[in-house]
């Protein structure tokens, strides 16, 4: 069983910045695979960042060059530093860990998830 809790969502103008942050608890296998979602109103959850224990990542063409994912594996936190934010970035965020996944960006792959925290960007 993996524990996820999200934390520095707000509101922010276009063009700010957030990080966002994510406890993970419980066992370090199932969350070999961590990831950062979003859903907005009215759409589907679409990936935005991964990562792995080995400090593999990959990006949604959507934001790179934008956000960055990180991890600190002492403090079994996983981060991601939003920069250059824009109103089409706002939605819930959640952060999801699993032990296998087919895809890193997929929704799907994921079993473990957190509740989300809420990301606005105002023009």
């Known amino acids: 069983q993996v524990q996820l809790v999200e934390s520095g969502g707000g509101s922010v103008q276009a063009g700010g910045s957030l990080r966002l942050s994510c406890a993970v608890s419980?066992?370090?296998?199932?969350?070999?695979?961590r990831g950062w979602f979003r859903q907005a109103p009215g759409k589907g959850r679409e990936g935005v960042a991964a990562?792995?224990?080995?400090?593999?990542?990959s990006y949604d063409d959507s934001v790179k060059g934008r956000f960055t994912i990180s991890q600190d594996n002492a403090k079994n936190t996983l981060y991601l530093q939003m920069n250059s934010l824009k109103p089409e970035d706002t939605a819930m965020y959640y952060c999801?860990?699993?032990?296998?996944?087919?895809?890193?960006?997929?929704?799907?792959?994921?079993?473990?998830w957190g509740q989300g925290t809420q990301v606005t960007v105002s023009s």
């Open positions: 999801a860990a699993d032990a296998t996944i087919a895809s890193m960006l997929s929704p799907l792959s994921y079993k473990y």
């Open positions: 990562i792995d224990k080995r400090g593999r990542t």
């Open positions: 419980g066992s370090t296998y199932s969350s070999y695979y």
